[in-house]
């Protein structure tokens, strides 16, 4: 598997092109890890159902970041076949970003850059090296969003995951908000992918939506 994956489009989203700043950062951590989850769902490595994550197949896919979390999920579950899937997210979220620059990185799409904060606090920042990527991916999203396209199953799901992460600027920073956001939605909510996986994503989807709107409101409080 060499494509990028929907966790590593998310990140790249969320970064600053120029500076390597990462944008909305816990918003985009629970969009990431659940981008990861997803990704699996679609290979069959892992079933989502009534809001429990369950291992179905450990056989490596082949793409280094998936095959990562695959492991990890595998120890998490190890002693219970089922568990929450708000506590994988909880649990591998901030691990999750790192793994995925990590692998952004690996790819040369963008490249790691160190520096220190005041003069003394170690920063990693990571602007873009491979433009090609993040383009690709904006014009598959204005394709479906704004120009009313069919979306393919991951891309919907992709779609799902900014939506529920209330990450609607970094996919559209210039775009007509209240259009966006609506479009969002009703991709969310369509038919276009079989019935068990549309069920494991708007499981997902609600469980990236609890997180993140308990993310706000602690900030806030």
């Known amino acids: ?17 120029e500076s390597g700043s990462a944008r909305k950062r816990q918003a985009a951590g629970w969009a990431v890890a659940g981008g990861i989850l997803l990704e699996l769902v679609l290979a069959g490595r892992v079933t989502v159902t009534g809001k429990q994550l369950e ?13 990562e979390r695959l492991a990890l999920i595998g120890t998490w579950l190890r002693q219970r076949p089922k568990r929450p899937v708000t506590g994988w997210l909880t649990k591998d ?9 990590r692998s952004l990185s690996a790819r040369g799409v963008v490249v790691e850059t160190r520096d220190k904060a005041l003069g003394l606090f170690p ?39 900014l939506h529920s992460a209330k990450l609607h600027r970094l ?4 775009g007509p908000h209240g259009e966006v956001k609506s479009r969002m939605a009703e991709i969310s909510q369509g038919q276009w992918a079989a019935d068990h996986l549309r069920a494991a994503i708007r499981e997902m989807q609600a469980a990236v939506t609890v997180l993140t709107t308990v993310t706000v409101m602690t900030a806030i409080s």
């Open 93 to 101: 979220h901030t691990r999750a970003v790192a793994a995925t620059l």
């Open 1 to 17: 598997m060499n494509n990028v994956t929907l966790a590593e489009e998310v990140m790249l989203l969320s970064l600053d092109d």
């Open 55 to 67: 291992l179905t197949d450990t056989t490596p896919t082949g793409d280094a970041l998936l095959d």
């Open 123 to 161: 920063v990693r920042r990571y602007p873009e090296a491979d433009a090609s990527v993040e383009r690709a991916l904006r014009e598959r999203l204005r394709a479906a969003v704004l120009d009313g396209s069919e979306p393919d199953a991951r891309t919907a799901g992709l779609i799902a995951l």
């Open 171 to 174: 996919a559209f920073p210039d």
